[in-house]
């Protein structure tokens, strides 16, 4: 190792060893030897050969960190004077980090590593980990999320129901009947009568099997059967798990959020606990077409009509449109097509 040209100082703290105590101090390197002085009374501190030094990389405007051999750490933001000492003297290169921060060109290439990363962790890791995370969690997380959701619910949009007594035992009574020939039973259930107000005619499940019916949706239809074929609908989201599939979806997608973006605050815990974070979420095409085939099938083990969720969609379209403008096809999207499967499935089972 040569002699240093010129001599360096920099200004900074010095850490004794395995110590997070801070102290003013100098760092400098002359003749191939770097001490550590203290800033005001220029007591040495630290001593050794350059050679022996361990320089953190450059990353950002991150304080470098230099270490002595004897752990005694040197810490300053003067990035830039440790730049030029380590080319000047030592030949090493600027932190590859830093250096794509630096390099224009480079920072184009390390975005487009990041977003292909993104993407592939979306379209191949996200689904593997929702799966995972399905398979392992306990029976008491859906039950506080379900829990969390209704009383935020409550809260904020539903009010109590204000459907007939007689009404509401009718449809309870059948509701646990078709439950009951679930591979879960009637008791894995729990139905809740709300009145919908904003979200208007609507049935929706939460993660613990709790399926909730608004007052709107039960006037609006025009027989047992087709509010049947809906509770059959969101008992079949239910038994495939497709609302703790989506929970977990939307909280692995606020994770990637948070991976390049950084901390988003309370956003996980919106998406994991609150109700209106549950209402914002839509079931894929495939769940929608798994419950209503779940729908068609249960119905006719009951001796119901299989297509009676048909025949809700039916009412619900012809009174709202097939449009965003109802709540109930944002989260529960129709369309023509959709129903004419629902009869397809329906006709299939009624021929078996």
């Known amino acids: 190792m040569g002699s240093d040209r010129p001599r360096l100082v920099i200004s900074g703290q010095w850490h004794p060893p395995g110590s997070s105590r801070a102290e003013a101090a100098r760092f400098t390197s002359a003749d191939g030897v770097a001490t550590a002085k203290g800033a005001e009374g220029g007591e040495t501190l630290a001593e050794g050969a350059v050679s022996g030094l361990s320089v953190s990389n450059r990353v950002g405007r991150i304080p470098r960190r230099i270490t002595f051999a004897d752990g005694s750490v040197f810490e300053t933001d003067d990035n830039d004077a440790i730049d030029r000492w380590l080319k000047a003297h030592r030949g090493w290169r600027v932190g590859f980090v830093h250096g794509l921060e630096r390099f224009h060109p480079r920072l184009i290439l390390l ?81 809740q009568f709300r009145r919908g107000g904003v979200i208007g005619p609507n049935a929706f499940a939460l993660p613990d099997g709790t399926i909730v019916l608004t007052d709107e949706l039960v006037r609006l239809a025009r027989d047992e059967d087709a509010v049947l074929g809906v509770l059959a609908h969101e008992i079949g989201h239910v038994v495939h798990k497709h609302s703790l599939r989506r929970l977990y979806r ?8 948070m991976f390049i973006g950084g901390d988003i605050g309370s956003g996980m815990e919106e998406v994991l606990v609150q109700g209106a974070g549950l209402m914002t979420l839509s079931y894929s095409r495939d769940q929608e077409s798994e419950a209503d085939r779940y729908s068609v099938e249960l119905m006719a083990k009951a001796g119901r009509e299989p297509a009676g969720l048909a025949r809700l969609f039916d009412v619900l379209r012809e009174n709202y449109g097939d449009d965003d403008r109802n709540d109930f096809f944002s989260t529960h999207p129709t369309t023509p097509d959709r129903i004419e499967d629902i009869r397809r499935h329906a006709a299939e089972v009624g021929a078996r």
């Open 250 to 257: 939307a909280a692995g997608i606020t994770t990637l959020i």
């Open 111 to 191: 975005v487009a590593v990041v977003a292909v990363l993104c993407v592939g962790l979306y379209r191949y890791a996200l689904p593997i980990a929702v799966e995972v995370a399905v398979a392992v969690t306990p029976p008491a997380a859906p039950r506080l999320m379900g829990q969390s959701a209704l009383a935020s619910l409550d809260q904020t949009v539903l009010a109590p129901s204000q459907l007939e007594g007689q009404r509401r035992q009718a449809i309870t009574s059948d509701f646990r009947t078709l439950a009951e020939l679930t591979p879960g039973g009637a008791d894995a259930f729990d139905l």
